[in-house]
């Protein structure tokens, strides 16, 4: 067979050169790369599950219940609880990772003519799911000078300049770590003359109040994502969601797949829902573990962003992908999501966040660290 490359396809323009997003799938002792909660689900979860898939296994013949009418209303009742913010099944949508929940909305507000605005560094899956709806991306630098906070004034001046259609406001930032302040999301919405999609996916790791409380205030500007990957012990299951008015849950429905939610799917983050209580006792212990973590890294000398998820953005080093490759030497895989100087590392289980911390000294010893954190220690 003739060995044809990518290049020789008719690929659309703008999807030449790009490169697919993904985190490296290495096997390893301590995997920190992804951000996945490292508790399994516990026993009552696995043996509610098989039960529920037993009962339906019988009508996997037939089609699944097309609007996850059931699933949404568990997740209304879930997120109510969470947020403080009564809202309703008819405010929820659910998909296959929030990654489907932010392709529809921009499939319904994106697409050719129209722009996007984000916030980097920020989930690289932003700029991709724009490019596969042919949404311009416009980018709005995070300054390092501000620990990669939004430069609200800047982003002001931006939006005034490029009228986007949509903007992204990614809180806790990944892979940074930060919050922007419900002050902050009040004015850039107030600002925006198109929809806002506040992403949340790391929400439940922050005693920060949710963008759902600003809803009735801006009922056809605003949607928050959210997922049930990281604090719900459930990346495998890919569930994600999005709260708003109504209408936009009307707006998805016409660029949905039809059944898009396997029976099987809906039937497990039912389950995950059922059990939230025990499942999300682990964002405690992995909050406790975060300033363990945060406290090492700067006691080396690191200089280290105020996390307020599952993860710690450090640095600053002269080669950041060198020195990510000398924590893959020493049987820790975290990532490098290509700022330069800095690295991203998941909180794990204790052990692993000490194996971490332990390749963390060797690689400060060995290589140095460019600016010393002001909070930290000289090595």
């Known amino acids: 067979m003739t060995d044809y490359q990518l290049s020789d396809l008719p690929l659309r323009d703008e999807l030449r050169g790009k490169s697919a997003y993904g985190a490296p799938q290495l096997t390893v002792t301590n995997q920190l790369n992804t951000n996945e909660n490292p508790y399994p689900p516990g026993p009552a979860i696995v043996e509610d599950l098989v039960e529920e898939v037993r009962k339906l296994s019988g009508s996997l013949n037939r089609y699944p219940e097309r609007d996850a009418h059931d699933l949404r209303v568990d997740l209304a009742r879930y997120v109510s609880a969470q947020t403080g913010v009564e809202v309703t099944y008819e405010q929820l949508w659910a998909a296959n990772g929030s990654n489907e929940v932010l392709q529809q909305l921009l499939q319904a507000f994106g697409g050719p003519g129209r722009k996007a605005m984000g916030f980097t560094p920020s989930y690289s899956m932003h700029p991709i799911l724009c490019a596969g709806t042919q949404t311009e991306f416009i980018a709005v630098e995070r300054p390092e000078a501000l620990d990669f906070a939004i430069d609200v004034e800047a982003a002001a001046a931006a939006i005034a300049e490029h009228s986007p259609d949509v903007i992204f406001i990614t809180t806790p930032n990944n892979p940074t770590g930060n919050i922007t302040t419900l002050g902050d999301i009040d004015t850039l919405v107030r600002l925006a003359p198109g929809i806002v999609i506040v992403d949340e996916a790391y929400a439940e790791f922050s005693h920060e109040p949710s963008a759902v409380q600003l809803l009735q205030k801006y009922p056809t500007k605003l949607v928050v994502s959210r997922t049930m990957s990281k604090a719900f012990d459930f990346a495998g299951g890919r569930l994600g969601y999005f709260v708003a008015h109504p209408a936009f849950v009307e707006a998805v429905m016409l660029v949905r797949l039809p059944y898009h939610l396997s029976t099987l799917g809906q039937a497990a983050a039912r389950v ?59 049987d820790v895989l975290i990532r490098d999501v290509g700022v330069p100087g800095w690295l991203r590392a998941t909180i794990g289980l204790p052990e692993e966040n000490q194996a971490f911390l332990e390749a963390a000294r060797e690689v400060v010893e060995q290589r140095g660290v460019e600016n010393k954190d002001p909070q930290g220690v000289q090595p």
């Open 272 to 330: 995950a829902l059922r059990h939230s209580d025990d499942t999300l006792a682990t964002v405690e212990l992995l909050r406790q573990q975060r300033e363990v973590v945060v406290a090492g890294l700067r006691e080396l000398g690191l200089r280290v962003i105020e996390s307020h998820s599952n993860f710690v953005f450090f640095g600053v080093f002269q080669d950041s992908h060198a020195t990510w490759q000398e924590f893959l030497d020493r």
